[in-house]
């Protein structure tokens, strides 16, 4: 049974950070892409970070230089620091893990977490 756990969201003013985590368990870690995902109310879920086994990193221009994506293959866990937090940022953040031809895109992920809220407050 394939588990994905996010952890570290909360409050935080903007111009801040926070660093998310993200613990996987019941697959062959090192054959995913991870992925970072965010869904704002009334908006559509959207990728925010990807990262493959390698190392290989993919980030959308919203986030470019202010998100890192990292992960540490022999725990299973992908990290997501997140600094220079603007009020836009506020989402539900879930960890997603696809097959290793994935990227951007959510229907490319197959293993989901429940999600981390983030909120930043003005």
């Known amino acids: 049974q394939v588990q994905v756990v996010e952890s570290g969201g909360g409050l935080v003013q903007a111009g801040g950070s926070l660093r998310l985590s993200c613990s996987v368990s019941?697959?062959?870690?090192?054959?995913?892409?991870m992925g970072w995902f965010r869904q704002a109310p009334g908006k559509e879920r959207e990728v925010v970070a990807a990262?493959?086994?390698?190392?290989?990193?993919f980030y959308p221009v919203s986030v470019n230089g202010r998100f890192r994506i990292s992960r540490d293959n022999a725990k299973n866990m992908v990290y997501l620091q997140m600094n220079s937090l603007k009020p836009e940022d506020t989402a539900v953040y879930s960890c997603?893990?696809?097959?290793?031809?994935?990227?951007?895109?959510?229907?490319?992920?197959?293993?989901w977490g429940q999600g981390t809220q983030v909120t930043v407050s003005s």
């Open positions: 997603a893990a696809g097959d290793q031809s994935a990227t951007r895109f959510e229907k490319e992920y197959t293993y």
């Open positions: 019941g697959l062959i870690f090192s054959d995913y892409v």
């Open positions: 990262i493959s086994w390698k190392g290989t990193t």
